[in-house]
């Protein structure tokens, strides 16, 4: 199984800056050098939606509501991402989990949680107004 540890969390004011990272122990090891690794969030009542993608071509993929706003990079680290979300606003609320692919993204990658192997606990975001 995909093993993912996300950083934690946080609460900001509307307008605030929170920092999310990723780590997939030992991916490229276990399942090749093309991987996708992505965030999804899931708001109360709501299902689970694509934020943001990364793969190791560094091709990057945005959910309409995000762009501008959020960057997604891979990190330092091998096997990790790093999600910088900017202008926080309260409808950006909800658990955010990282998931892992074992293929590259592509545009429609971020459409469906079935399009990922694996996923992190989750880490929740609290965007106060």
């Known amino acids: 199984a995909v093993t993912l540890v996300e950083s934690e969390g946080g609460s900001v004011q509307a307008g605030g800056s929170l920092t999310l990272s990723c780590e997939a122990h030992?991916?490229?090891?276990?399942?090749?050098?093309?991987?996708?690794l992505g965030w999804f969030r899931q708001a109360p009542g709501k299902e689970r939606e694509g934020v943001a993608s990364?793969?190791?071509?560094?091709?990057?993929y945005y959910a309409d509501s995000v762009k501008g706003r959020f960057t997604i990079s891979r990190g330092s680290v091998k096997d990790s991402v790093i999600l910088q979300m900017d202008d926080l606003r309260p409808e950006d609320t909800g658990r955010y989990f990282c998931?892992?692919?074992?293929?590259?993204?592509?545009?429609?990658?971020?459409?469906?949680?079935?399009?990922?192997?694996?996923w992190g606990q989750g880490v929740q975001v609290t965007v106060a107004s």
């Open positions: 030992d991916f490229t090891y276990r399942y090749g050098r093309y991987w996708c």
């Open positions: 990364v793969d190791n071509y560094a091709a990057t």
């Open positions: 998931a892992a692919r074992i293929n590259n993204c592509y545009s429609y990658t971020l459409n469906s949680p079935t399009h990922f192997d694996g």
